[in-house]
C-alpha cells in the first residue's frame, strides 16, 4: 500500500472547480460521489480504448498475457526471427 501523501488544501473558484495538480497524477478521470460523512470522494480512474476493452473483459486472455509478460521478464524467451513481413499487413487493416 503506497504511503499517504499529505493532505492538500484546496479551494474551489468562482465556478466550482478545483485544481488537483499532482494529487491527478496518473487519472485520466475520477468518480465523484460523497459518502455518508458529507465528504466528496473523487476516485481515479484509468480508461482503455475500446479496441483493447476485449483483453479486460477476457479472464483467460488477460492470465495468458500477463503469464507472458513474466516469462519475458524472467528472460524466458524463444527466438523467432522477425515478424517485418506482417506489419504491411496490420497497417493495411488500420
Known sequence: MPIPEPRKTVRPDSKGRVTLGNLAAGASSFKAYRDAKGRIILEPQVE?????????????????VQRGLRDAAEGKLVERGSFAKYAHA???EE
Do not use: D, F
Open 48 to 64: 482503455v480504448p475500446a479496441a483493447e476493452a476485449w483483453l479486460w473483459q477476457n479472464p483467460e486472455a488477460m492470465i495468458s
Open 90 to 92: 496490420a497497417q493495411a
